[in-house]
């Protein structure tokens, strides 16, 4: 299975020495499900889109520092992308940003939370069951770093989990496009150097919170489960 990373940002240079970029990240998740998976990049930060949403089995966005409403060149374009793969019926699951774009795509609304920022892990309550979703669960716990969220969710999407935090945190469209608010990727390492490194921006309560919570379970390698067998199935009805 070839699975195309579409990547909207970079592991800041400071990071990156120490745990690699984005791209490897995803390629160690992934593999650990499906050791076949091929994992191709597009750096649409550098304005590189694919020709055609059959250059692959199935896509990722990736998360980013930028917001879905940010004036970049590459926005505009992601959001058609999206709007393609979802009327071909493609496999596309968004991570963070990615879960972000999608909605703003489709017509919900993305903004900046009056929460304040999600930082370290996030525990979360399962809504829906869909068959992909083995093993089941009914809740999960993952690692998140965002302000923005999906506010008001497209009309064909269903809230698949959430919480009093982030109401729309997992959100399923149709049979074909997935988004998840938080980062299968990370690991509690890094999440706790992007604290640090971010502790003006993101305040010093709230870091403290956030590094306090990486005593918790991180799932990211059941969620890494539940994106393969999504991206996997032709179908994946509830």
């Given at each position: 299975m070839n699975i195309g990373l579409l990547l909207c940002d970079d592991v800041h240079p400071k990071l990156q020495k120490i745990y690699g970029n984005y791209p490897e990240m995803f390629a160690t998740l992934l593999q650990?499900?499906?050791?076949?998976?091929?994992?191709?990049?597009?750096?649409?930060?550098?304005?590189?889109?694919p020709s055609s949403v059959d250059e692959c089995d199935g896509w990722i966005i990736s998360g980013s520092k930028h917001g879905a409403n940010d004036d970049l060149p590459w926005i505009a374009p992601l959001e058609a992308f999206v709007r393609v793969v979802f009327e071909q019926k493609k496999k596309l699951v968004g991570i963070c940003f990615g879960h972000q774009i999608i909605a703003k795509a489709l017509g919900g609304e993305v903004a900046r939370s009056d929460k304040g920022w999600g930082v370290g892990i996030s525990d979360n309550q399962i809504y829906e069951h869909p068959f992909w979703m083995k093993p089941d669960r009914d809740n999960f716990k993952l690692l998140v770093s965002h302000q923005d969220q999906v506010l008001d969710v497209p009309e064909m999407g269903r809230i698949i989990a959430g919480s009093v935090f982030c109401p729309a945190y997992m959100i399923q469209?149709?049979?074909?496009?997935?988004?998840?608010?938080?980062?299968p990727e990370?690991?509690?390492?890094?999440?706790?150097?992007?604290?640090?490194?971010?502790?003006?921006?993101?305040?010093?309560q709230t870091t403290e919170i956030g590094l306090k919570s990486l005593s918790k379970a991180h799932e990211g390698a059941l969620v890494a489960q539940w994106m393969v067998q999504f991206l996997r199935n032709n179908t994946t009805h509830f």
């Open positions: 650990q499900v499906e050791p076949s998976i091929e994992l191709t990049t597009w750096r649409l930060i550098d304005m590189e889109f469209y149709d049979d074909c496009l997935l988004g998840i608010q938080g980062h990370f690991f509690r390492e890094f999440s706790k150097s992007l604290m640090s490194l971010r502790r003006d921006l993101i305040g010093k």
